[in-house]
């Protein structure tokens, strides 16, 4: 069964308080390196054999644009695994 | 059976007749409840208790608004913010209803989880993220009122400062620049956080939203609010302010001028 999962994160152009605090927390211990940290959400999902890989992908941009992503603050990407 | 009965049983305690309506013919109002709402005691009572009309609890599955004259969207945690403040509420059957009404004209209010539900279903433009310093705030703020020109603020003034409470944890108003310019030339910001003073200042901004953001209008009459913070916690003076109340009766007064 074809395994879809969707990362949902804050689009780039918007601060992303949680990340930004997570950021100065790793460099508290000293993880000085870090920077440009962002969070977002997984979502993973199984759908049935026999659905292309396309169709499987526009299906699940289609599932984003309606209900999984908001398209004023987030952006998403799509893998079919 | 749907607890939506009893709640409307429960909200026809107290109507009393204030002249300007007949005893036969009071404004309603229609709070609709979601799983997690828990305001919409607070804002049917406000509406009962300041003797604006009668209110009527509408649950998130009926199909019907009952023929209420406005529809107030509460706050609370609908759905228990999965996924995201407001996202799943929106495909509540009720809200067919209640995007229906909005586009005829009709006045709806949403607060706070109200108004992250009415702009995840598209009635107002931008969204609503966690506040910028993270933390849940829970506080009286000062709002400006920044116009007058809507039916629910046309009993203020412009300049207006008043007190209401905010109880938020994703309340940062944000938008595109497109988004916030048609906001500004339609004079669409309702209210701005501001300083006492009515300064609208960075330390007067709780959350972060754009350009100090409090409450919006749109609607194709500009019939439909949407403000984070609490108008009906605001409602008495027993509650530390009653600042809010001329928001309802705002809505009250449109109702019974559009009565003819």
């Not at chain 2, 228990?80 to 209010?109: K, Q, S």
């Not at chain 2, 019939?223 to 003076?237: C, D, I, Q, W």
Request: charge should be negative; glycine fraction near 10%; aromatic fraction near 6%.
């Amino acid at each position: 069964m074809p395994k879809v999962t969707i990362t949902v994160t804050l689009k780039p152009t918007l601060l992303d308080a949680q990340g930004r605090t997570v950021e100065s927390a790793l460099h508290t211990l000293g993880f000085d390196e870090v920077s440009g940290l962002r969070i977002g959400k997984v979502i993973e999902m199984q759908l049935p054999d026999g659905i292309a890989a396309e169709e499987i992908e526009a299906r699940a941009a289609t599932m984003c644009d309606k209900l999984l992503a908001n398209p004023v603050t987030e952006s998403y990407r799509i893998e079919v695994h | 059976m749907s607890p939506a009965g009893t709640l409307a049983k429960l909200s026809t305690v107290s109507t009393v007749s204030t002249g300007e309506w007949d005893g036969t013919r009071r404004p309603r109002v229609g709070v609709i409840v979601f799983p997690g709402s828990n305001c919409d005691r607070d804002a049917g009572n406000a509406w009962i208790e300041n003797e604006f009309g009668t209110a009527v609890y509408l649950w998130h599955q009926e199909t019907d608004l009952q023929g209420v004259d406005a529809v107030l969207v509460p706050g609370g945690f609908s759905y228990g913010d999965a996924l995201r403040a407001g996202a799943i509420a929106r495909f509540a059957p009720i809200m067919n209803e209640v995007a229906r009404f909005a586009a005829d004209g009709g006045l709806v209010a949403g607060i706070c989880n109200g108004f992250q539900i009415l702009c995840e279903a598209g009635l107002l433009p931008g969204a609503l993220m966690r506040n910028e310093g993270l933390r849940f705030i829970c506080k009286h703020v000062d709002l400006r009122v920044e116009t007058t020109a809507t039916p629910f603020t046309a009993l203020y003034s412009p300049g207006d400062v008043i007190s209401v409470p905010v109880a938020h944890g994703e309340g940062c108003y944000t938008c595109d620049d497109e988004t916030y310019d048609r906001l500004v030339a339609e004079d669409r910001i309702v209210f701005r956080y501001c300083a006492p003073d009515g300064a609208t200042t960075p330390q007067s901004n709780p959350n972060g939203s754009r350009d100090n953001i409090a409450g919006i209008i749109g609607g194709p009459r500009r019939n439909v609010l949407g403000m984070m913070p609490h108008p009906e916690r605001a409602a008495a003076l027993a509650l530390g302010s009653a600042d809010g109340s001329r928001l309802l009766a705002g809505i009250r007064a449109a109702l019974v001028a559009a009565s003819g």
